[in-house]
C-alpha cells in the first residue's frame, strides 16, 4: 500500500507539521464507520457516505482537496476510501472509482486541473501501490494501470490480470490476486521480497480468500475469518480464526475480530500519558488492544479505530495533533493509555 514513504516520515517525524490543507469537522457529531490516520493526514467516512478530513500534509506527499472546506467535507457518496501519495481515491455509490491528485498521472487518466474526477466505472474495488493501481470490477475481472516490471498500461487500456477474483494487493513491484478457487495469482518481479514463495501460498487453495495485504516484510490473507502471515521465516501460520477484517502496515498488523476486539502483531505506539514528548514502540504479538471496534486502521506504528458507537479512536505517533481528535494535544497518544477522540 501504498502508505507513506518510510524516510518521508523521518522527514516529518523531525521537522513538524509542514504545508497543509485545514478545516475544522465538528466529528464529534457525526456517526462514522471508517478512519483513516497517519502521521501526515487523517479521513473520516462518515455512514451517510460523507468522507471528512481536518488536514493533510503536503511536504510529507499527502493531498486533500475539498469539495467544501468550511465544513471539511472531500467527497460525498462514499463507498470505499484510500490515500495515495499526492491525493487520494475513493468508490462512490455509483461505482465509479474518483480520484484526485496534487499532479497529472496521464496512466490513469487524471489531470490535476479536473479536482475529483472519474477514472473508472463499475469499480469494486481498487488498491493503488506506488507506480500501479489494481482495479476489481463488479464482474470480478482484475485489471492493472500504471507502471510495473518497466511495462506501462493505462486506465483505458488496462492490463487484464484474472477474473473471478476476491482479493488483491500490490506493493508497486508485485502485485497478488486470489480467485474464487483460493488460488494465489501474482505478476512482476518478486525478487524484492526474499522470502516471497509461490508455493508456500497455495497452501490457501480451496479457503475463500477474502483479503490479502503485501507489505515489505510480510504477506497476510483472511480466509473464511482465518488469519495467515507468511514473512520472512518462510512459513505460512495461522494467527486468528475470528477476523473480520485485516489493516496492514510497514511492521505492524491489526485485526478486527467478530466480538469488537482488535488484535496487534508488530510495532505499535506504546506510551502512556507520563510519556507524551517521545515516541516509545512495543512489539506485540496477538495481544488485545481495544474493544468494542467496528473498523481498525494501522499505519507505521499508529492504530485508530471505529468504536459501535460511531466515534473514532486514536493512537498516534507524533504528527498534526489537531487531525486526530481533541481531547488531548499531546504529541504522542500509545496504547498505555486512552485514545484521542473528539469531544464537544
Known sequence: ?????????????????????????????????????????????????????????????????????????????????????????????????????EANLPLYGYEKKAGHAVVCTDVAFAEWGGDCMLVLKENGELYLAG????????????????????????????????????????????????????????QLRGKNVQELHLERHYLAALADKNLWCCGEDGKLQLLGEAAETVSCAYRTLA??????????????????????ETAEYVTLDGENVAENAVSVMVSDGMLSYVGDDGSSYIFHAGGCTDFYGNATNDKYVGIGRAPNVWIE
Not at 486470489?178 to 501474482?186: H, V
Not at 488484535?263 to 500519558?273: E, F, L, Q, S
Request: net charge negative; proline share 2%; glycine share 10%.
Open 1 to 101: 500500500m501504498k502508505r507513506v514513504v518510510i524516510a518521508v516520515l523521518c522527514v516529518l517525524l523531525l521537522s513538524g507539521c509542514g504545508d497543509f490543507h485545514t478545516a475544522q469537522p465538528e466529528l464529534h457529531r457525526v456517526e462514522l464507520v471508517q478512519v483513516w490516520a497517519t502521521v501526515s493526514s487523517a479521513y473520516y467516512l462518515a455512514s451517510d457516505g460523507t468522507l471528512y478530513s481536518p488536514g493533510a500534509d503536503s511536504d510529507a506527499a499527502s493531498y486533500v482537496l475539498y469539495q467544501d472546506r468550511e465544513k471539511g467535507i472531500v467527497a460525498e457518496g462514499v463507498c470505499f476510501f484510500e490515500e495515495m501519495a499526492g491525493g487520494g481515491y475513493y468508490i462512490n455509490e455509483q461505482k465509479e472509482l474518483c480520484l484526485w491528485n
Open 147 to 202: 507502471e510495473i516490471g518497466g511495462e506501462e498500461y493505462t486506465m483505458e487500456q488496462p492490463k487484464l490480470l484474472g477474473s473471478d477474483v476476491t482479493a488483491a494487493d500490490t506493493d508497486g513491484v508485485l502485485a497478488i490476486w486470489a480467485n474464487a478457487e483460493g488460488e494465489i495469482f501474482s505478476y512482476g518481479d518478486p525478487t524484492h521480497l526474499a522470502w516471497f514463495d509461490h508455493q508456500i501460498l497455495q
Open 255 to 276: 485485526a478486527l475480530e467478530s466480538d469488537g476486539a482488535i488484535r496487534v502483531w508488530g510495532k505499535c505506539i506504546g506510551n502512556d500519558a507520563t510519556q507524551t
